[in-house]
């Protein structure tokens, strides 16, 4: 069986910043707790919400997709899928949209039209979802490439969070860690080991679903998010993971430390967060976990961009050897948790 690759990377963040520090002000109750410490994040990207340069979900993911086309070998014609992954779907400023479907519009734009289409939403999973679709297509030989892509306006919930927030703790303080951003990524199958996508698998975890909530707002016109960050950040909810990927490679003879990772990219969920996820899982695989790469001080949580923003952001910084194999591990709303292995040579930004 093929396997895919990682064939071009793109991202767009606007250039907009608004630091912790600027949010909490605007509470008329500040949180008992140091948001910034146990978060990490200094500073966010925020859309531009001008007339002249609307800054929606839209245009966010086109301006991902031609940045990521500008080093891809593929012209946009040659694209033969394009999966829009975002939870957002805004247009015309903050009009949301359903139909014609997100990728369709996106494919219509960049002049992708001999493209299959269609869009997925998985929280903040989706473009790793995204990439577990397409890399399957590429494997049984239905496609030969294909750009995953999403959009991100998602800082609305922070607005809504700011204006409503009345108590010490507020199930809508997890909304003040969102950024704007778009991002893209190009598939295609893999030539050798140096360029590889080895596996990706994801699973749902129903009894979590009801630990992160986004719906329209009980007090407002706003859309809001409601997130039990005290029964999310536990040990119950961290052990998927590593009962997935342990149960995985055992069906494979292998243990997590044959796989020789340099490098695991979390959700950018939170900075206190991940620690506590890697001691959890250090203990379960018997090994110590790899270092861990993220931006989540620059760019705050990004939603389903994030992996793909923090391998754009360290690829910039030429951070990443060729020939590094990384670790991708999603944690979505409570239930979706999963991993991805690749090996990195060619991708450049």
């Known amino acids: 069986m093929s396997h895919s690759r990682f064939e071009s990377i793109g991202a767009y963040l606007p250039a907009n910043s608004v630091s912790t520090a600027e949010l909490i002000s605007r509470l008329a109750v500040p949180p008992s707790f140091d948001l910034e410490r146990i978060t990490g994040i200094g500073h966010?990207?925020?859309?531009?919400t001008t007339p002249e340069n609307q800054e929606d979900s839209f245009a966010l993911a086109i301006k991902a997709a031609q940045d990521c086309l500008s080093r891809s070998r593929y012209a946009p014609g040659e694209l033969e899928v394009i999966i829009s992954c975002s939870i957002t779907r805004s247009d015309q400023g903050t009009r949301m949209y359903m139909q014609p479907s997100f990728a369709s519009s996106i494919a219509k734009r960049l002049g992708a039209e001999a493209a299959i289409?269609?869009?997925?939403?998985?929280?903040?999973?989706?473009?790793?979802?995204?990439?577990y679709l397409l890399d399957r297509m590429i494997r049984s030989g239905v496609v030969r490439n294909g750009m995953v892509v999403s959009g991100e306006s998602i800082t609305p919930i922070a607005d809504t969070a700011v204006h409503e927030i009345s108590e010490k703790y507020d199930l809508q303080f997890?909304?003040?860690?969102?950024?704007?951003?778009?991002?893209?990524?190009?598939?295609?199958?893999?030539?050798?080991?140096?360029d590889k996508i080895h596996y990706i698998?994801?699973?749902?975890?129903?009894?979590?679903?009801?630990?992160?909530?986004?719906?329209?707002?009980?007090?407002?016109?706003?859309?809001?998010?409601?997130?039990d960050n005290r029964k999310m950040h536990n040990e119950a909810r961290f052990m998927l993971w590593p009962d997935a990927q342990g149960t995985f490679l055992e069906g494979q003879g292998r243990s997590f430390a044959?796989?020789?990772?340099?490098?695991?990219?979390?959700?950018?969920?939170?900075?206190?967060?991940?620690?506590?996820?890697?001691?959890v899982a250090a203990r379960e695989f018997g090994t110590p976990m790899p270092p861990d790469l993220n931006v989540i001080e620059k760019y705050g949580n990004t939603s389903t961009t994030s992996h793909f923003i923090v391998l754009h952001d360290q690829l910039s910084d030429q951070n990443i050897a060729a020939g590094s194999k990384l670790l991708m591990v999603p944690a979505a709303s409570g239930v979706v948790a999963g991993f991805l292995s690749t090996t990195i040579s060619s991708l450049k930004v």
């Open 44 to 48: 966010r990207r925020v859309r531009d």
């Open 117 to 131: 289409t269609f869009d997925v939403s998985n929280a903040c999973a989706g473009m790793l979802t995204g990439t």
């Open 174 to 194: 997890a909304s003040l860690s969102v950024g704007d951003s778009g991002c893209a990524v190009i598939l295609d199958q893999a030539v050798d080991d140096a």
């Open 201 to 227: 698998e994801l699973l749902t975890a129903a009894e979590h679903s009801h630990l992160c909530l986004g719906m329209p707002s009980d007090k407002s016109s706003g859309v809001a998010l409601y997130t």
């Open 258 to 279: 044959d796989e020789e990772f340099d490098y695991i990219i979390h959700h950018q969920f939170g900075a206190a967060a991940v620690p506590y996820l890697n001691a």
